[in-house]
């Protein structure tokens, strides 16, 4: 299934008509020579030069050039984009409504317009769960200061624990997911934390995550356990330590 179709004709209405059509549910890509006006909070003007005009259905406009990662201008996701026609050139509007500010890009002539159907997932954190368990057992105090390692994938009847740790008489279950932690990886926690619990013993619970869901927050909170993002190693708390960046580099 061919995911792009060609836009461009050199009749401007029937360019308009297929835009419109294409910006419902595809990303546009124009090449072509343009000017940029902006009005808003300033302003700004960009001679007409060639550059690339990438529209997605979210209404998030941006103009690019031959360097930088950051658009040349641009505007966010819920504008509204109008397409008209100037003299049988493309004029594309894009306004947002609060704070007020619009975006105008004039063609003198377009090289390339197509608009394709582009997938909407979600980034997936490299690393296996697995490396980052060695980050925590090699440096126990990343999750708490004085805490020292009594085992990895300990086993339970209710599954292995990935790290337990111990500081006094407190067990400090550490339960590690590589991607955004939802609701079930609060239950998998709670039942080792109510496991050693059972056995009488101070227990704290801990997800280590690049990531939370609202609901499994919301959870996680009601239980009492602490939740640290390994990316900025974050604890729920506010208190920030160092990343666990550098530890990988420990780790490897």
Known sequence: MNNCVELY??????????????????VILIVGEMSIEYLGRAASYAYPATRLLLIKPD????????????????????????????ENALRVRAIRENPR????????????????????????VVGRESDIVKVVLQNPSIIEEGAVVIGSDVSTPYGKVDVLLKKGDKV??????????????IMQLKRYVDYYSSRERIVEGVLVAPGIS???????????????????????????????????KIAT
């Open 214 to 248: 609202q609901d499994a927050f919301m959870l996680l909170n009601k239980e009492g356990f602490r939740f640290i993002d390994f990316r900025t190693l974050k604890s729920r708390t506010g208190e920030k330590t160092q990343t666990l960046e550098k530890f990988f």
């Open 59 to 86: 209404g998030t406009l941006l103009v690019h050039e031959s360097a930088r990662v950051e658009p040349l201008n641009w505007q966010p996701p819920k504008s509204t984009i109008h397409f008209e026609c100037i």
């Open 101 to 124: 500010e619009e975006v105008i890009v004039e063609f003198i002539n377009i090289d390339f317009a197509n608009a394709c159907r582009l997938a909407l997932t979600k980034l997936t």
């Open 9 to 26: 004709t050199a009749d401007c209405q029937e360019l308009v008509k297929r835009l419109n059509t294409a910006k419902k549910d595809m």
């Open 172 to 185: 400090i279950v550490v339960e590690v997911k590589n991607e955004k932690a939802g609701i079930q990886a």
